[in-house]
């Protein structure tokens, strides 16, 4: 039977490049967005996958949203790609609370919350994936980014901690780790410093968003059983685990 793939953070950029390879693969795929509504329109319009509207870092919301595109798909999540996440970069001394809570709560505890809802219901049925999106950064630090980086590297840990728990249940947890990838925000980014930041990539360039999408794709397919508590590397060489 066709599994049903929850891609969050999934209208754009890296998981709209996931949500369109997991469709490609034979998945059943729903997305989840927050802020941008004319993307998502978009996005649905060109690719058919349903968009849900709601804050990954509100476990409430979380636990409604699954329950509704549940009922409105007739399918039960099985495959959890937790991609959603927001930065708000500004050094330690000049960081705000808010810029703090905000990136932790979008990138860490949604994890928690998006997880949560859906560990239940696959432990019951002996068979689930999840795979986290954490990021070169929560690897290796990255200046300006104490939040984000703490973020990533929690969503590492969380990720090896939920896949002992949950591995004679069938369920893979893993992690992608993407080094710089080639979307709209890093594009926009001024060109002398995008060209600082390639020339430390040893393959010379950014990741294109379907080379991640190919690496989760590889980790939920139903022969990646014995890979659990993984995370793989998507960087280019820039930075050797």
């Known amino acids: 039977m066709t599994k049903l793939a929850l891609v969050t953070g999934g209208t754009r950029g890296i998981g709209a490049a996931i949500a369109e390879r997991l469709q490609r693969e034979g998945h059943r795929v729903a997305v989840t967005f927050h802020g941008n509504d004319a993307a998502a329109r978009a996005f649905q319009d060109r690719t058919g996958i349903a968009a849900y509207k709601w804050d990954v870092a509100d476990a409430e919301a979380c636990q409604a949203g699954v329950q509704k595109l549940q009922a409105d798909l007739g399918q039960v999540v099985e495959i959890l790609v937790n991609n959603a996440g927001i930065t708000r970069d500004a050094s330690l ?32 049925r002996n068979w689930g994936r999840i ?4 990021s070169i950064n929560g690897q290796k630090g990255q200046f300006g980014q104490t939040n984000y980086a703490a973020a990533k590297a929690g969503m590492i840990g969380f990720t090896k901690a939920l896949a002992l728990e949950s591995a004679r249940k069938g369920i893979t947890v893993n992690a992608v ?23 430390q990539i040893p393959v010379g360039r950014l990741a294109q968003p379907a080379e991640i999408a190919h690496a989760v794709a590889f980790l939920v397919d139903a022969q990646s059983g014995f890979i659990t508590g993984s995370t793989l590397s998507v960087n280019g060489g820039q930075y050797l685990v």
């Open 177 to 199: 780790a993407p080094g710089y990838t080639a979307t709209d925000m890093v594009s926009a980014v001024d060109s002398k410093v995008l060209e600082g930041v390639i020339a």
């Open 93 to 124: 001394h000049k960081m705000t609370l808010e810029q703090w809570h905000a990136v932790i709560a979008t990138d860490l505890s949604a994890c928690f919350n998006m997880s949560r809802v859906v560990i239940e219901g696959m432990r019951s």
């Open 131 to 134: 795979v986290n999106i954490a």
